[in-house]
């Protein structure tokens, strides 16, 4: 596979367009498969954060794990990017982890992979539904959180100050009364370079990340139903973290992360079992992905190679 003056790391394998159906909607991706395969390999899965697509950095990350010979899946969840679904532009954590589920079930389908041997990467908000699908569906062998929400409610409330809170409670009674009344979404955008413009993720760095991502992406939308953010106020991936064990967990944190805060997630870190491993680094939320992706994307395709390069048998 070519390389871009924008890709981060060069493909060694074959890029192949996939889809396939989940409850009616087309759920569309990329399967990679190393160069030089001989037998069934492992594979892994990877989704991205809040909003994002598939076409960018989520495809270096790929790239990473398949030059360790290993087959990976990227995809767009339902009502986003390339895939199917209605309303466009909503995120419900319970739809994108029967989304993820369902990629799992696709990729243990293709006669390349060893169905026994599949790993998931989930980043920020697909951070959380790597946590929680790791925990509840056990065909995952090995799993990658970076940056991951743990608690939608208690984010939320450091980023949201009270009065402004109350108004949003308010937004969000009065839109799903208006849709059940048959009125159409609201949304609105998810940034702007207007540092007070309203918006579901304020702030320069977000602007800055996801307007270059968007470079790269044709298929993102810069919006969000409003529905979206009160459904993240409920999620709580957090409390699935118990239950991942004895699959491995490697959890890459942010020390200054303050969109899906560091200290939620070292205290989630340290409520797992093991094995597990934490890798710190410094910077906020988007650095991950920008200043560390090196270090990020070799720790977790090392993370692959070491717990899915052995044959199911050889465990």
Known sequence: MSKTAQNKVRVNGSAEPIEFTLD?????GTFYLPAGTTGQVPAVVLAHGWSMVAGGDLEDYAAAVVNEGIA????????LGRSGGQPRQEIDPAWQIEDFRAAISYVRSRPEVDRERIGIWGSSYSGGHALVVAAIDKRVRCVVSQVPTISGFAAAQRRVRYDKARTLQAAFEADREARFAGAAPATLRMIDAEPDAPVAYPGRDSYDYMHGEAQRCPSWANAVTLRSLELARAYEPGAYIRRIAPTPLLMIVATEDGLTPADLQQEAFNQAHQPK???????????????HFDQTSRAAASWFAEHLGKPAHGR
């Open 72 to 79: 990976a899946l990227t995809f767009d969840f339902r009502r």
């Open 277 to 291: 491993q934490l890798l710190l680094l410094g910077g906020g939320h988007y650095s991950v992905y920008t200043e």
């Open 24 to 28: 009616g909607d087309v759920i569309r």
